[in-house]
C-alpha cells in the first residue's frame, strides 16, 4: 500500500469508529455527518480490501484484520496528536487534565492514596482515573501503546525486559514476610525456622485458582510443604483474614507495616531465600516531552520516596 494515498482523516474515522462501534456515535464523536461517515467507512473498507466491521444486533463489530489494525493505528494518532500539540507552558493550579493509570489495588493502596493528597492540593482541576490491572507482575504495554492508558504501576519487569518504547522508573523495592495474629503460638519466636514456617495453615494469594506460586516452588527443593487452608486473588483482605484466624500467609512488607497496628500482627522474616520485588511505574516514550505527566511522575516518585524512608 502506498503511504501517499492514506487520507489521514480516515484513520480518525477508523479510530472513531473503532470506539463507538456505531456509525452515528462515531460521526458525531468526529463532528461530521453521518452520511459522511458511511462514506469513510466505505473508502476505508476499499483501502484495507476488508469489512473491517460488520453489523450485528449489539452493533458494529470488528473484524479480525480491524483489531490487528486498532492498536498501530490509535498509538500512531496519539504521538501525532502529541507533536503538533501546541506548545504551552505547565501551571498545575490550572490544569484540567485529566490522566488514566492502570494499576493494581495494592499499588493504590502504596503509592496513590498518598499521590491524591498532593495532587488535589497543588492541582484541584486535575483528574486521575484509576484502570484497573490485575497481573500486578505483567506490564500492560498493548495498553500503553494504544494510549488506553497514560501510564502504570506494578511489580513490573526491569527496563531492558520492556518494549524499547516503554520507559519506566524504580519506585521502591520490598521484600515477603510472613505475618500472623500477635497471640498466634507459632509467631512467638523472633525467628521462624522452616518447621514453624510450614506447621501452620496458610492463605495463599494467587490471581488463579493454581493453589501454588513462588512460595511453592521455592520451598520444594528445601523439602517442605506449606498447608494451604484459604486462597484468594484479594491481597488487601489477606491482613484482615489473618487477624480474625490461626491462619500466616506471606505478603509485602509495606502490606504488613500498613496493618501491623491496627490489626494487631505480628511480622516475621522468612526463614528461606525469597528475591526482593521492585514497585515500577512505566510509561509510553510519546511522553518524554510532555510536562503535566512528567509533573505527576515527579509526584509519584517524590510521594514514594517519602513513604519508603517512613517505613525502614
Known amino acids: 500500500m502506498n503511504i501517499t494515498a492514506v487520507n489521514l482523516n480516515l484513520l480518525v474515522s477508523f479510530e472513531a469508529l473503532l470506539s463507538e462501534q456505531n456509525v452515528g456515535r462515531a460521526a458525531t464523536r468526529v463532528g461530521i455527518t453521518q452520511g459522511a461517515m458511511s462514506n469513510a467507512l466505505r473508502k476505508l473498507r476499499e483501502l484495507f480490501d476488508d469489512p473491517l466491521f460488520i453489523r450485528t444486533r449489539h452493533g458494529m463489530v470488528p473484524t479480525p484484520r480491524a483489531r490487528a489494525l486498532s492498536e498501530p493505528v490509535r498509538s500512531g494518532l496519539a504521538q501525532l496528536r502529541s507533536a503538533i500539540a501546541p506548545s504551552r507552558s505547565f501551571h498545575p493550579t490550572h490544569s484540567d487534565r485529566t490522566f488514566t493509570v492502570a494499576t493494581t489495588d495494592y499499588a493504590e493502596l502504596m503509592v496513590l492514596r498518598r499521590l491524591m493528597r498532593d495532587v488535589t492540593a497543588m492541582a484541584p482541576a486535575m483528574q486521575i482515573r484509576v484502570r484497573r490491572h490485575e497481573r500486578i507482575f505483567a506490564a500492560p504495554e498493548n495498553l500503553l501503546r494504544a494510549g488506553a492508558v497514560d501510564m502504570a504501576i506494578g511489580f513490573f519487569p526491569a527496563a531492558n525486559a520492556l518494549d524499547s518504547s516503554m520507559q519506566s522508573c524504580d519506585l521502591f523495592s520490598e521484600e515477603n514476610v510472613c505475618i500472623g495474629r500477635k497471640d498466634n503460638p507459632v509467631m512467638r ?30 520451598l520444594l527443593p528445601l ?75 515527579n509526584q509519584i516518585v517524590r510521594g514514594s520516596a517519602q513513604a519508603s524512608a517512613k517505613s525502614q
Open 223 to 297: 523439602g517442605v510443604q506449606r498447608r494451604l487452608a484459604f486462597t484468594t486473588p484479594h491481597l488487601l483482605t489477606v491482613p484482615l483474614l489473618v487477624a480474625n484466624s490461626a491462619l500466616i500467609a506471606v505478603v509485602p512488607s509495606g502490606l504488613a507495616e500498613h496493618y501491623r497496628q491496627s490489626l494487631r500482627l505480628a511480622v516475621r522474616k522468612l526463614p528461606f531465600s525469597i528475591p526482593p520485588f521492585c514497585m515500577r511505574m512505566i510509561w509510553h516514550e510519546r511522553f518524554a516531552d510532555d510536562s503535566a505527566h512528567a509533573w505527576l511522575r
Open 189 to 218: 519466636p523472633q525467628r521462624l525456622t522452616l518447621q514453624g514456617f510450614a506447621k501452620p495453615s496458610h492463605i495463599g494469594i494467587f490471581a488463579k485458582p493454581e493453589r501454588k506460586g513462588l512460595i511453592d516452588d521455592l
